[in-house]
C-alpha cells in the first residue's frame, strides 16, 4: 500500500518545453487534487477532480491542464512552460464524505 | 465555507504543550474542523478533525469551543519534529462538486526549541 506516488520527483524544463506530471493512488480515493507550492508560500490549489472523468478548476489553474481516465491516475500537463511554474507541485487524493486527505512527497520543478 | 483565522507564528520550548488557536466565527452547525500540518519540504500531513466534541487521538487532542466559534490544536508534549506549518480547516463533509475544493490558507508556523 503505497498511499499516493508523484511521479518524477525533480525535473527541469526549459522555458517552452511541456511536460506530465503522474499523481497516483491506491486507496481507492474519489477526490484527487494538484497544488503548488512557490518557497516561503502557502499551498494553492490548480486543478482537482470529484471523480473519474471529471476535472474541475482551483485557485490558479491557468497555464496547466489535467486528465483523470483512470480513477487511481490525476495527470497535471504544462503545455508551455515557464519559469513562472518553478514550484513544488503536490498532489493529494481523499474519499468522498471525509477532508482527511493524504499528500504525495512532491515534485520539484524547475523552469529556466 | 467558514473563514479561519490562525496566528502567523508560535514558539514552543521541547516537552511542553503547543497550543495553537483558531478563530472560525462563521461556522455553521454541519461544518467540520479538520487540521493539517506541514513539515519542511513534506507535503501536509492530516492531524485531526471533529464536529463539536473534543477528540483525541496519538498526534494530538482537539478542543472546540461551546459555541464552535474557535479551536485549539493541542500537542501534549512538543518536540522538535513538531516544527512544522499548521492549518486550520473548516468543511462540509457532503459529496457533489461544490464540496470538492480542499484549499489552505497561511496557516501558524510553529517553532519548538530545545
Redesign the interface.
Known amino acids: 500500500n503505497a498511499g ?1 506516488t508523484q511521479t518524477p520527483k525533480f525535473r527541469v524544463l526549459k522555458t517552452g518545453q511541456s511536460m506530465t506530471l503522474l499523481c497516483a493512488q491506491d486507496m481507492n480515493h474519489e ?1 484527487m ?1 494538484w497544488y503548488r507550492q512557490d518557497p516561503g508560500m ?2 494553492r ?1 490548480i486543478h ?1 477532480s ?1 471523480g473519474e472523468g ?1 476535472t ?1 478548476k ?2 490558479v489553474p491557468d497555464g496547466y491542464n489535467v486528465s483523470r481516465l483512470k480513477k487511481q491516475n490525476f495527470l497535471l500537463g504544462l503545455e508551455s512552460a515557464a519559469p513562472s511554474q518553478t514550484s ?1 507541485y ?1 498532489c ?1 487524493s ?1 474519499m ?11 515534485t520539484r520543478l524547475t523552469v529556466v | 465555507d467558514a473563514k479561519t483565522t490562525q496566528p502567523p507564528s508560535m514558539d514552543c520550548a521541547e516537552g511542553r504543550a503547543a497550543n495553537l488557536p483558531c478563530n472560525h466565527s462563521t461556522i455553521s452547525g454541519n461544518e467540520y474542523v479538520y487540521w493539517y500540518r506541514q513539515i519542511h519540504s513534506q507535503g501536509p500531513q492530516y492531524i485531526i478533525h471533529g464536529l463539536k466534541n473534543n477528540e483525541t487521538n496519538e498526534m494530538a487532542s482537539l478542543i472546540i469551543t461551546e459555541d464552535r466559534k474557535s479551536s485549539t490544536l493541542i500537542l501534549p508534549h512538543a518536540t522538535l519534529r513538531d516544527t512544522a506549518v499548521y492549518y486550520c480547516i473548516v468543511r462540509v463533509e457532503a459529496g457533489g462538486t461544490s464540496y470538492g475544493k480542499l484549499t489552505f490558507g497561511q496557516g501558524t508556523i510553529l517553532t519548538v526549541h530545545p
Open positions: 499516493v477526490y487534487y502557502g499551498l490549489l482537482y470529484v471529471t474541475a482551483g485557485e513544488v503536490f493529494a481523499r468522498t464524505v471525509t477532508f482527511q486527505a493524504f499528500f504525495g512527497q512532491g
